[in-house]
């Protein structure tokens, strides 16, 4: 796993500096390509060809050059094919494959790649750069582009090394507060943008063109040919062939467990393949904070006699926060931001790869919310224009809290409603008070990514993988194990698993309210029945304790100076906020603002160079 950067100028100072923001992402080794009008940058964590793996690398003309961040898992067979048409390896490594592979087929290289990635290959003769990223964007990759500029990193502050103007994208803003991430590709910073997952960029140096074309999608063709148990005898094929293959590495690894069925299946599976016991870690919090799940994870370790590691986050953490926003560039308010950077940070000191359980929910319909059921029975039989009555009276109705309520019971009447109010962490309506210009409804913009001819499990699992996934989940991931030095790899998130489940039949995924069915079926062999039968618990974090304890005074501090941003949001808002900040109604706005006033002091006050010291 690597860092990757790059400009359509020649400048040697400048791209070792973006390198240098992202040594965390490769402390093993870097490496720069300069000539032709470009300028390209890595830092390499090795993982693969520890002694001829240097990039950039290169065709046998030496007139194709590739910067590679990710890993390849099917390199070893593309090799082989590629070896029997001519081609002349110098290295072991997958980058080369991929450099070779481009020469064979040209941008269609990318559908043959099975893996997570972000590359970019310069191509002398076309004078073009191919930027891509992997199909459910497990690899971030971002670009800004002004009309001569064209500069692009995977990470965001690689790109601020240049003389952009900052300015925070109000539309971005509307959506972060509302999601807790940017999906689509937006951030929150105004031009710089994401690259799509199953995308490439082509970017033509001699007239400063760029094109962009997805290169995969999933059909959600439902297949009705066979039954439940054979579905699942082939999803266990395809997740012990998804393991197996992410066990090539020339440096130690081992997995993250949570006890979820998710994490204790990938244990499971990959201790029947290693031949060592399987080094896991999982996390947990102070008994205060009554938020503690190990014992799951110990129940799974102990069966399959792991190498087994507990870490217990404190509430103490208000100084580690700036340091993850620094790292969080795409700012994302997801508090679980900190186990699993912690997790990672202690799982370095004795291995540099970890398989995780990510992925499974969005792949497998594993969240509550796809079935949960009415609490509040009555809100069916009231007159629709009793609602619409009352929201044309909504800024009127007295204390925020007895706003937020109202709007929560609207939000309950149907099961997309409840839906949306589970991905909508602010609504819209609360939006005129909150922001102090108009905003567009993030209803409508996630209603028209539907599709149409979808049931609705399908639809909301089409958001999960298209939007939530890529943008908060994975980057999650990337960002907390990449700020450790350290590579995660997701087998539930190989494209060939996804596709392979989007055909399974809905009510194979969602029997009644057994989330994850068809996986539970296709593990039960190898797990006890406590972890099997067990409910989704979430990765949950304290938020609420930590807010009413460690981050108490933070929060306060954080809030006070977000009042300022006056032209960004409204100030009589954050004071309501901070107000109610130790109500547990508040955690999801009170650690939003919170995320944001850190980012906001971060890279737009400061130069985000390094982390704001507190």
């Given amino acids: 796993m690597c860092g990757i950067c790059g400009f359509n100028f020649e400048d040697k100072t400048l791209i070792k500096k973006m390198c240098n923001l992202i040594s965390h992402r490769g402390p093993d080794d870097e490496g720069f390509f300069l000539d032709a009008g470009v300028s390209l940058g890595v830092r390499r964590l090795s993982i693969l060809d520890l002694k001829t793996g240097h990039q950039p690398q290169h065709n046998e003309n030496e007139d194709m050059w590739i910067i590679f961040n990710g890993e390849i898992f099917n390199f070893k067979e593309l090799k082989n094919q590629l070896e029997t048409q001519g081609h002349i390896f110098y290295t072991k490594s997958d980058t080369e494959v991929i450099i070779h592979a481009y020469e064979e087929w040209g941008e269609d290289c990318v559908k043959k790649l099975r893996g997570q990635f972000a590359f970019c290959i310069f191509d002398s003769i076309k004078k073009t750069l191919l930027v891509c990223r992997d199909h459910l964007g497990i690899k971030p990759l971002y670009y800004f582009f002004d009309g001569k500029r064209f500069i692009f990193g995977s990470e965001i502050k690689t790109i601020l090394c240049h003389n952009i103007k900052r300015e925070v994208s109000k539309k971005a803003l509307n959506l972060f507060f509302s999601l807790k991430y940017v999906p689509f590709n937006q951030t929150l910073f105004k031009g710089i943008l994401k690259l799509p997952p199953a995308s490439y960029l082509i970017f033509n140096l001699k007239n400063q063109k760029i094109q962009i074309n997805n290169y995969w999608d999933l059909s959600f063709q439902t297949n009705r040919e066979k039954n439940i148990d054979e579905l699942a005898k082939e999803l266990r094929a395809l997740l012990e062939e998804s393991i197996k293959i992410r066990l090539t590495s020339d440096v130690p690894l081992g997995a993250f467990l949570s006890g979820g069925i998710d994490s204790s299946a990938i244990v499971a599976l990959m201790s029947g393949l290693m031949e060592e016991p399987v080094r896991t870690f999982s996390i947990g919090f102070e008994e205060e904070a009554q938020v503690n799940e190990t014992k799951y994870a110990r129940i799974v370790a102990d069966l399959y006699n792991t190498d ?307």
Avoid: C
Wanted: a positive charge.
């Fill in 308 to 614: 087994h590691t507990e870490i217990i986050v404190k509430s103490t953490i208000s100084e580690l926060l700036p340091k993850l926003v620094w790292h969080l560039d795409d700012l994302i308010a997801d508090a679980a931001i900190i186990p699993i950077y912690l997790m990672a940070k202690s799982a370095k000191q004795y291995m540099t790869v970890a398989l995780t359980g990510d992925g499974a929910d969005e792949v497998f319909a594993g969240y509550s919310v796809y079935y949960r059921r009415q609490k509040y029975n009555f809100i069916n039989s009231v007159p629709k224009n009793i609602f619409e009555l009352m929201f044309k009276f909504y800024d009127y109705i007295p204390f925020h809290i007895f706003r937020i309520g109202f709007s929560y019971l609207y939000q309950s009447k149907t099961l997309e409603d409840r839906y949306l109010r589970k991905i909508i962490h602010i609504p819209d309506e609360e939006k005129s008070k909150l922001f102090p210009y108009e905003t567009e409804s993030i209803q409508k913009l996630v209603k028209a990514e539907y599709i149409k001819s979808l049931d609705l499990i399908n639809q909301f699992t089409n958001w999960d993988l298209k939007f939530q996934l890529p943008n908060q989940f994975n980057m999650k991931l990337d960002k907390m194990s990449m700020a450790a030095s350290l590579e995660a790899r997701v087998p539930y998130l190989d494209y060939k698993m996804v596709e392979f489940a989007s055909t399974i039949p809905s009510e194979f995924k969602l029997k009644g309210n057994i989330e994850k069915y068809i996986l539970r079926l296709a593990v039960k062999d190898k797990l006890p029945p406590v972890i099997v039968k067990r409910k989704k618990a979430g990765f949950n974090t304290p938020v609420h304790y930590w807010i009413k304890t460690g981050l108490r005074e933070l929060s306060g501090n954080m809030l006070d100076n977000l009042k300022k941003r006056k032209n960004l949001i409204n100030p009589k808002y954050i004071k309501s906020v901070k107000r109610n900040r130790f109500l547990k109604t508040f955690e999801n706005r009170a650690w939003n603002s919170i995320m944001f006033e850190l980012w906001y002091e971060t890279f737009i006050e400061n130069d985000g160079s390094k982390p704001i010291i507190l």
